[in-house]
C-alpha cells in the first residue's frame, strides 16, 4: 500500500492542525493505521494507533485529550487532529500501515509515508 501524508504547516502554541493520509495501492480496510512523528535528535515515537474498522484507538500519553486519530474507509484516508498543539509536539510526522491480523500495539508497520513536516511556534 501506498501512503501520502499531508497536512503539516507552521501553527502557534495552542493552535490546531489536520494531518491526513490517503491510502492506495491495496484495500485499505486491511491495514490498521498509526501515527509516528520524530523530531531532530530525537527517536521516532508512535503518536497514535488505529483499528482497520476504526473501533480501538491508542494514544500516547503527550497527546491524549489533544489529538483525535480517525479514518475514513470510503476514502481510504486516515487523519490526526491536533489540538492545543505545544511546541514539544514540533517534528516530522509519518502514517504507516500494519495488517488487520495484528493488534494494535504490535507495532507491525511495514508500509510507511513520506513525513509531514510540523511546527509549533512558542
Known amino acids: 500500500v501506498q501512503l501520502q501524508a499531508s497536512g503539516g504547516g507552521l501553527v502557534q502554541a495552542g493552535g490546531s492542525l489536520r494531518l491526513s493520509c490517503a491510502a492506495s495501492?491495496?484495500?485499505?480496510?486491511?491495514?490498521?493505521m498509526g501515527w509516528f512523528r520524530q523530531a531532530p535528535g530525537k527517536e521516532r515515537e508512535s503518536v497514535a494507533a488505529?483499528?482497520?474498522?476504526?473501533?480501538?484507538?491508542v494514544y500516547a500519553d503527550s497527546v491524549k485529550g489533544r489529538f483525535t486519530i480517525s479514518r475514513d474507509n470510503a476514502k481510504n484516508t486516515v487523519y490526526l487532529q491536533m489540538n492545543s498543539l505545544k511546541p514539544d509536539d514540533t517534528a516530522v510526522y509519518y502514517c504507516?500501515?500494519?495488517?488487520?491480523?495484528?493488534?494494535?500495539?504490535?507495532?507491525?508497520?511495514?508500509?510507511w509515508g513520506q513525513g509531514t513536516q510540523v511546527t509549533v511556534s512558542s
Open positions: 495501492g491495496r484495500t485499505f480496510n486491511n491495514y490498521n
Open positions: 504507516a500501515a500494519a495488517a488487520r491480523v495484528y493488534p494494535l500495539g504490535a507495532n507491525k508497520y511495514n508500509y
Open positions: 488505529i483499528r482497520w474498522d476504526g473501533g480501538s484507538t
